[in-house]
């Protein structure tokens, strides 16, 4: 059945969409709470690459479950056809509370850091909330001024990277965090190792992102395992390079427990007239990725709201197929998180209820294998191998969260516990009404 009648997107859109929704916050801002613990660069290094090997297992995974399951809401329409309709409906509201709702407030709030150097007429809380809100009104409209916003933003964010990466990499500069000897060896048995991966696996989140939005993609079963494949390839090789180039241009001292990474480091290399400009910069390429995460969360709850009569009120959509209500009701929770949420503590706690459900995503492909095993028009390489390495990645994280970080992470599980009495509130609520 099919939900979305609006106009379609080509697989260049939706590979936008999903390299803006990865590439944003966690690149620029935590290779700082990294180096609190780690500081070998084969051991940052060794980070980055396994939070893109695993990025891509899931790319694999998420682009053979979406062609075989195509429509519009992620982990939410997912996990409701694999498992139950229940589990479906703790990842929708997961998705609505915090899966995207709490990266838009992050990288709202990273950006305003990045920038409250340069603008200083407006306080850096009233900068992250107006971006938010102007954003939202950006994508209220249609979905062609959605798309044409977000593949030029995509364009300016990866023509700046790749200036800094080669500008970081080619400068000369005897002040670095480099550190090329064998104390590897020791750092990665380390239980901060693991949270360190959080810190990662965070800035990598977004690989999955056009299977949000499946029913609005052209030839989706073609064009949807291009997008997630090729976006997250492409963002893993520039990420691992964009870290060298930090860690090759500003000492330790500088960078340990930093958010503002970016900053400093461009700071430390053009003097702070240049590392303003590309501060400013750098904050108009954070921009994209709070664009596009506005553009693929409320799907989710628009794809709830057709499910679940206490959820309706959010099925409302404009002329062209535009989720309005859901649209809005992310931009206040996003808002509400800047207010009261510390960056640190939202993105633990984001970072642990999200893994959890993009594990049972990928897990769920064992189920749809031996429900059809021929259906489908794309097969996912390395089955089931690449799956097993996937989840035990992902146990490994959620263990040691939860020893070193207890509290966000109780944090992530009684949001998982309201809602799932939302979930039995909203059956009540349709057996009285129908």
Excluded: C
């Amino acid at each position: 059945m099919q939900y979305y009648k609006g106009s379609k997107i080509s697989w260049w859109s939706a590979t936008a969409i999903v390299v803006a929704n990865m590439v944003g916050t966690g690149v620029f801002t935590s290779l700082g709470f990294q180096l609190e613990a780690i500081q070998n660069t084969w051991s940052i290094l060794a980070l980055w690459i396994i939070g893109g090997v695993v990025s891509l297992f899931g790319a694999f995974t998420y682009a053979e479950i979406g062609t075989r399951l195509p429509r519009s809401g992620g982990e939410y329409h997912f996990l409701s056809d694999i498992y139950h309709p229940f589990v479906g409906y703790l990842s929708g509201w997961v998705s609505l509370t915090v899966g995207f709702s709490a990266p838009i407030a992050l990288a709202a709030m990273a950006m305003a850091a990045y920038t409250s150097m340069v603008v200083t007429f407006i306080t850096p809380m009233q900068m992250a909330v107006g971006t938010i809100l102007v954003l939202t009104v950006v994508h209220s409209f249609n979905i062609r001024s959605s798309s044409v916003f977000q593949n030029v933003a995509t364009l300016f964010k990866l023509v700046l990277i790749l200036a800094i990466i080669i500008l970081g990499l080619s400068m000369p500069n005897t002040e670095h965090s480099l550190d090329w000897s064998a104390g590897w060896k020791e750092e990665i048995w380390l239980p901060v190792y693991a949270v360190a991966l959080v810190y990662v696996t965070y800035s990598y989140s977004g690989w999955n992102a056009a299977a949000y939005i499946v029913e609005e993609i052209k030839s989706p079963a073609k064009n949807l395992p291009r997008a997630l494949i090729w976006g997250t390839l492409v963002v893993s090789i520039l990420y691992v390079l964009l870290q060298l180039a930090f860690l090759s241009q500003a000492p330790l001292s500088l960078l340990k427990g930093q958010v503002e990474v970016g900053h400093i480091v461009a700071e430390h290399m053009f003097g702070k007239h240049g590392g303003n400009i590309i501060s400013v910069l750098i904050a108009f390429f954070l921009i994209s990725g709070i664009s596009a995460m506005i553009w693929v969360g409320p799907r989710v709850t628009r794809a709830m709201a057709d499910d679940y009569a206490i959820w309706r009120f959010l099925a409302k959509d404009n002329n062209d197929g535009i989720p309005i209500f859901a649209i809005w009701l992310q931009a206040g929770i996003s808002v509400f998180m800047i207010i009261t949420g510390s960056f640190k503590e939202v993105l633990l706690y984001s970072g642990f209820v999200l893994q959890i459900f993009t594990a049972l995503t990928v897990a769920g492909l064992f189920i749809l294998r031996k429900r059809e095993p021929k259906k489908g028009t794309y097969q996912s390489p390395f089955y089931p191998y690449i799956q097993i390495i996937y989840l035990a990645i992902s146990i490994w994280i959620l263990a040691y969260l939860m020893y070193d970080q207890p509290r966000e992470s109780l944090l992530g599980l009684v949001n998982v516990g309201i809602g799932a009495v939302s979930y039995f509130w909203s059956i009540r609520y349709t057996a009285i009404n129908s």
